[in-house]
T-cell receptor, first 111, second 114 residues
Framework: KQEVTQIPAALSVPEGENLVLNCSFT??????LQWFRQDPGKGLTSLLL?????REQTSGRLNASLDKSSGRSTLYIAASQPGDSATYLC??????????FGDGTTLTVKP | GAVVSQHPSRVICKSGTSVKIECRSL??????MFWYRQFPKQSLMLMAT?????????EQGVEKDKFLINHASLTLSTLTVTSAHPEDSSFYIC??????????FGPGTRLLVL
């Protein structure tokens, strides 16, 4: 059974710090991996999507990497801001269309 | 990029009523759509796979008679929570599969059953 694990479960950092969120998965038959942001009481916002043929994707202060061989993805956030405070979810997507989500990492950026 | 919408974004209802949630692919056709739910402080879990023109496939433990799924067109799938109870309160999200097999997620619907 596919498992997706996110570490740490919660993270608190001072404003301006760079940080890394981790996502590991057991199924190497990955089609793509997606990172989402979820704010309390709100829906998902897609941040980055990495195809299985890619190693990384960048959007602004965010950089996501994918290592299929080790079953890992990381989300790097540079120069964190209080507005980055949210829960970050990763989703492992197969070519059959099914997505398995991690439990998320709850990030708090303190001013 | 491809956009998936959900309606309503938030709904509050009384116990015993039925609630319908719509999932639409706005600028592409989706033969397959997926429905997920997320309980507080838990990850999103797949409920069912919705196929246009055929019956949905439900995951183990999901009651098909309680969560009715209809995928009547290539751009619309609906999830109806029948006789909703407080324990059905959750965050429901759909995704639609694009031509390339990429999943596009809707923004989600938050259901609160009183």
């Amino acid at each position: 059974k596919q498992e997706v694990t996110q570490i740490p479960a919660a993270l608190s950092v001072p404003e301006g710090e760079n940080l890394v969120l981790n996502c590991s998965f057991t199924d190497s038959a990955i089609y793509n991996l997606q990172w989402f942001r979820q704010d309390p009481g709100k829906g998902l916002t897609s941040l980055l999507l990495i195809q299985s043929s890619q190693r990384e994707q960048t959007s602004g202060r965010l950089n996501a990497s994918l290592d299929k061989s080790s079953g890992r993805s990381t989300l790097y956030i540079a120069a964190s801001q209080p507005g980055d405070s949210a829960t970050y979810l990763c989703a492992h997507n197969t070519n059959a269309g099914k997505s398995t989500f991690g439990d998320g990492t709850t990030l708090t950026v303190k001013p | 990029g491809a956009v998936v919408s959900q309606h309503p974004s938030r709904v509050i209802c009384k116990s015993g009523t039925s609630v319908k949630i719509e999932c639409r692919s706005l600028d592409f056709q989706a033969t397959t759509m997926f429905w997920y739910r997320q309980f507080p402080k838990q990850s999103l879990m797949l409920m069912a796979t919705s196929n246009e023109g055929s019956k949905a496939t439900y995951e183990q433990g999901v009651e098909k008679d309680k969560f009715l799924i209809n995928h009547a067109s290539l751009t619309l799938s609906t999830l109806t929570v029948t006789s909703a109870h407080p324990e059905d309160s959750s965050f429901y999200i759909c995704s639609a599969e694009g031509e390339s097999g990429t999943q596009y997620f809707g923004p989600g619907t938050r259901l609160l059953v009183l």
